[in-house]
Nanobody
């Protein structure tokens, strides 16, 4: 499965961006992680194909929304009220089969990764 992420850019604090990630094949789990300079990759949000499981990191809850277009094997991340601390390279990830909820926040649980798209939030 190949993942192609897009939509990153430079935005002022308080602004919005929408990331997209198109997959070459269907996957049950699709989500987003991010990595800021000098930091480890961290979980942002994930969504299961049927919508039964949607999880967010506490740091983005209420500001970011993950959604999917299953017909196009595409996952989106709508990011509102952006903060400078949201600055990072954002990676989409997917896993063909469902996993337990406790594992959904772990990067090691995902089989496929996109190339990353840079989001920069200026203060």
């Amino acid at each position: 499965v190949q993942l192609q992420a897009s939509g990153g850019g430079l935005v002022q604090a308080g602004g919005s961006l929408r990331l997209s990630c198109a997959a070459s094949a269907s996957s049950d789990m699709m989500g987003w992680f991010r990595q800021a300079p000098g930091k480890e990759r961290e979980f942002v949000a994930v969504n299961s194909r049927g919508g039964g499981n949607t999880l967010y990191a506490d740091s983005v809850k209420g500001r970011f929304t993950i959604s999917r277009d299953n017909a196009k094997n595409t996952v989106f991340l709508q990011m509102n009220s952006l903060k400078p601390e949201d600055t990072a390279v954002y990676y989409c990830a997917s896993r063909t089969r469902r996993i337990v909820v406790s594992a959904m926040r772990l990067a090691a649980s995902y089989d496929y990764w996109g190339q990353g798209t840079l989001v920069t939030v200026s203060s």
